[in-house]
């Protein structure tokens, strides 16, 4: 009977609208219908990654785009530089270095940011580096890139630059196009509010360049069979597509326009706001760097005497309330909320007084009702719809 | 994009299991399949009504059901007892003198209870009163009456006793047949956890013989007729029943067995004390007596200076969270939590800081977080899952 919260950084909660989206018919996906919903989806992320580049759509999770994104563009033996601040980071690193990439990391202590004059500096040494991959949020720690930074530095090199915008696109403003991002990946169960098992990639005509040179064998990954299909009016995907979920996808993008998008992000501003004001209220310390634009993950440092372990598991079996624990190094050192999607000011509540209670129980000296009322005076000063 | 929570005393929310089970391909009412479903339901309220009496099931609201406690029993011209302490008590009085009854009433305070000497003293004043109506949770008010002693009382006389049980059913403790209750009507949509459209009927021998010397017209609410139909093997319904919300009642009622039914007044008593708790802890006067198995509905008065009609509209419209307003003489000075069916600390924790911020909204001097925190202490002493 108990009532269950997703209160993760994916999969996310799914509206009502998209979860009756998902149980209709399944359509045939070489029904004209079908490519009226391809177009529906491509045009509507095209709006969300506020773009103008090819969108590639794939049946697959972030994983997969990840993949992707590297087997369109690496050579055995290319150069890539990775920057890794993150469990998402080292994800880059082993991707590119399983399809044989020579690879240069930039690792950063997790929790801190990519510097992004640390790229310029090892492009400059490096002018054979093909391709720069990075992380938009970096959701093993809820930090944020400067990606408009580092999409400058990289755009005056020949190098082509990969962004993971998968918990970040959609809930944190990211100008694919106005920051020159060449592939930049996502998957559907973050901000984009449907069930995992779509990925997508959104391809520059600097991409596309690389991408028709690369020589790594690919079938079902593959781009430039899958632009030829999706292209045109009788556009379909190369192979079965995940019908049902785009579906689904498309009924989530005519709930992200009608919020609109600036609306979108704000929402997310306030909530992250609310959860960072919050746990700070409870005396506990944010991991990461304060930033007002890091909205799909909050990350808190599991306080001295508490067993890290317990605390998503309590809050689990006891509460019906999902969080997030550290994964990699962090594994028992934070907890982390998310609240990229489908999340209003009710999420929030509840994924704070759960942690109140699941802190008290673990013996940590818990002021109670201190992280709902801080939640509640940053939810008063919202100029959007929570 | 905002999500929407019903705080009310009805409808109320209803678990994903049974929305699924709303939308399956709807069923024949004749099929061998509906009976099943017919006797499934039916056993399964038995054990909710602790009865072994006859159980109508009707596709009505629950007012369809408290007529049909009406028009099989009172000729006009009838003595009836109505024990009235609240806006429901006043429609069995309506409901009582629309078909003909001579209505001897016993009107309460509004958040008062019945006195069930007063009952005593009525039936022994008038011997020809053939039935008693009264609520078990006085929807309007919260207010819980002593069904038991009333019972005791009646059984002694040669009246029936009719019990308006909608909101009560399910959330607290009502032994129909141990308590002499005779006809005993709920609804779906409340502890029931099914959407609006279903309503039933428990009726007893000693209320059959009262119905069947009834003279009364009626035709979709006879009792005789259903009850003939809806015995033996092939039972139906007389005419078309709600198919699709007997599949989701059916549904329910596997939950609330698969929760156990002390488990679920359980879970009420807790749910509503930390409501309780919370609303007093905002310095807030609670309406009504404060009673431990009183768990449908909690009452709260307006505090001074505070704009009544503004509470519900603001906590909807910002906020998401339909909460109750006062019922008739009512309005504008008290407001309602409901919280009997699919409910969780959730619920509580979300209806008492919406509460919070709409207050502070109009001005009440709100100490925030307070009311979390007494509702968290409550729920951590729970010993069955929210």
Redesign the interface.
Known sequence: ???R?LITPGPTPV?PEVLSAL?EPVVHHRAPRFTEILKQVVAGLKYIYQTENDIIVLAASGTGAMESAVVNIVNPGDHVLVGSMGNFGERWKKLTATWGAEVTALDYEWGTKVVPVDIERALAADPAIKAVYVQFSETSTGVLNDIRAIGEIVARTPAILVVDAISGLGATDLKTDDWCVDICVAGSQKALMVPPGLAYAAVSEKAWAVVEQCTTPRFYYDYVTARKKMTGDAAQTPYTPAVSLMVAQNAAID?IK??GLEN?FE?HRILARAAKEGVKALGLELFGPEDPEANSVTAVRVPDGVDGGKIGKIARD????WLAGGQGELKGKIFRFGHCG?F????I??GL?TV??VL??LGYDVK??????????V??QSTV??
Chains 1, 2 share one sequence.
């Open positions: 009977m108990q009532k919260f509206p149980s709930l009608e919020e979108v929402r006891k509460w019906g309330v489908y209003g000011h009710s999420d509540i509840v007084c109140e209670m008290a129980e109670f009702g201190a992280s709902a009322a801080a939640a509640e005076k939810f008063m719809q929570l």
